[in-house]
């Protein structure tokens, strides 16, 4: 038993030697690293778990991942993964906590980290990671604040901030990170679009003067354009869309004009990675409304294409790293695919769509790199 054990590591050894001096393919290819996937994890509100799935660069059909599902906290809300892909964290509304995990890329399991999960506040809703991977924060809908994190980059590890949480509106439900400024945006329910200026060193927030702003009736959602001009806050009870101009040197929020899609019930949305379309789930009639963003005003209107029939009561969306696929979690049940035109915004069902996951999927998530 030891020969078997000795001959396999001079292999190895001997395969290392003679790619350094340059020959043979076949020990090139023994040394190759596994290929990263493109990945999607949804929260499974009811049964406490994370569903994985691998993204089919060519097709966009989800298929379960080999392991999996991944225990969560209690009543897992909202998922966010950083963008490096290796750390994902996923706020739980039951526990009161933030499940922190590693992403193996190569085959999309996901491993506890170290001191996971991590203590919030009251009701944890929605989640966001900064775009330097370097910090993330959850709004506490019921304490009415916003816990704040350091990730150690090293470790995924979550450590609070100093002086977190920091206060909001009433009843925050969801929140956005500027992906071109030091700007932090959080919806409360209660009617009022919160703005914080991001201390980049520190994580700290502090409210800019003018916050909070008017964000609606009753939001549900907040999105940010990736150009940082522009943000969208969906409100759930009169399906509206209010629509804002930000200001980049500020942070100060300034009201467009609010958008009544047909409908009910909006609930998330979602902004394609040019900045030209956003699209709004509507959880009444289990359709996806898609819109044209103005280049220079941020004014919406409505594709002539759609809305896009999709799952019963359609929660949040995202598009695959590729972004050639726009994916709905739905709270009825099952993940829904559609292949994205970037010319038009047209969405097309996906071949096997819907994909199942596990009981009252609400959020979903992407990572991995593009193929």
């Not at 009544?260 to 949305?269: F, L, N």
């Amino acid at each position: 038993m030891i020969k078997p054990l000795r001959c396999v590591h001079v292999v190895v050894l001997s395969c290392g030697f003679m790619l350094l001096a340059g020959c043979g393919s076949t020990c090139h290819d023994c040394l190759t690293p596994p290929a990263e996937l493109q990945l999607a994890y949804v929260a499974n509100y009811q049964d406490n778990t994370i569903s994985g799935f691998v993204i089919d660069a060519s097709t966009g059909m989800l298929t379960p991942t080999s392991a999996g599902p991944f225990p969560a906290g209690t009543g897992p809300f909202s998922i966010a993964v950083v963008p490096s892909g290796k750390y994902a964290y996923v706020a739980n509304a039951g526990s009161n906590d933030v499940s922190g995990y590693s992403i193996d890329l190569t085959s999309g399991a996901m491993t506890p980290l170290p001191g996971s999960p991590f203590p919030a506040g009251a009701n944890p809703a929605g989640i966001a990671v900064d775009s330097a991977g370097k910090f993330l924060y959850v709004p506490d809908y019921q304490s009415s604040d916003i816990a704040g994190f350091s990730i150690d980059a090293n470790t995924g590890a979550l450590t609070a901030i100093p002086g977190s949480p920091f206060p909001s509106a009433n009843e925050v439900i969801d929140i956005a990170i500027d992906p071109t400024g030091p700007f932090v945006y959080a919806a409360g329910q209660r009617g009022t679009l919160s703005a914080y200026r991001l201390d980049s060193q520190t994580g700290s927030l502090t409210e800019i003067a003018g916050s909070p702003y008017q964000g609606g009736p009753e939001p549900s959602s907040v999105q940010i354009a990736r150009s940082g001009r522009f943000l969208y806050v969906t409100n759930e009870t009169t399906d509206t869309t209010y629509e804002f101009a930000l200001d980049p040197s500020t942070g100060a929020a300034n009201l467009i004009a609010n958008t009544t899609p047909i409908g009910g019930a909006a609930r998330g949305a979602a902004i394609d990675p040019s900045g030209q379309f956003l699209y709004v789930a509507d959880a009444f009639s289990n359709e996806i409304l898609g819109y044209q963003i103005d280049a220079s005003t941020g004014v919406l209107t409505p594709l002539t294409a759609g809305p896009f029939v999709t799952g019963q009561v359609p929660f949040s969306m995202v598009l695959d790293p590729s972004k050639k696929y726009v994916y709905v979690a739905c709270q009825g049940g099952g993940v829904y695919g559609y292949a994205f035109d970037v010319s038009t915004g047209m969405l097309t069902a996906l071949a096997n769509s819907p994909f199942s996951a596990g009981s009252s999927p609400l959020w979903i998530a992407v990572a991995g790199k593009a193929q």
